[in-house]
């Protein structure tokens, strides 16, 4: 289900960045900020399909694409070698990622600011950071407990 609010804030991040509102980025955007997890490039399909986005695959890939190249959604890589997307309601900054052993879902941990934990020598630019951590989430935690 979409709201109002929702579209608003996939409208309004296409626009931060100066880009052309269409059907596809906004659909695709929209699911990106309408998960709990890092979505796959097969379960963005499935989701797509299911809230009726009609697209091609190669489209739905080059509004992925976009999205990422703009920095409004980022791509994780995971253990099983899939890239995963999410995006978030504020423009990407460096955080660390969890990967669940168990269901493989990712997760973006945003409070977790790898950046903040150390300072770079002098002379040096930081591009990019990627802190991956592995292990059980919460909800394979509490299937474990039972
Ligand atoms: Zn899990
Ligand atoms: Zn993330």
Redesign the pocket.
């Given at each position: 289900m979409k709201t109002d609010t929702e579209q608003t804030l996939a409208q309004k991040l296409i626009r931060q960045v100066n880009g052309r509102v269409t059907p596809i980025r906004l659909g695709v955007l929209e699911l990106l900020l309408n998960t709990q997890t890092a979505l796959s490039h097969q379960e963005l399909e499935q989701a797509a399909a299911q809230t009726g986005l009609v697209a091609d695959r190669v489209s739905l890939y080059r509004a992925l694409d976009w999205l990422v190249e703009q920095g409004i959604a980022h791509r994780i890589s995971s253990h099983d070698r899939a890239w995963r997307y999410k995006a978030q309601a504020e423009l990407t900054s460096p955080h660390a990622h969890f990967q669940?052993?168990?269901?493989?879902?990712v997760f973006c941990l945003e409070d977790l600011q790898p950046a903040l934990l150390f300072k770079l020598p002098p002379g040096y630019q930081l591009d990019e950071i990627e802190l991956k951590l592995q292990g059980?989430?919460?909800?394979?935690?509490s299937?474990n407990a039972i």
């Open positions: 669940c052993k168990h269901c493989s879902q059980t989430c919460p909800a394979c935690a299937l």
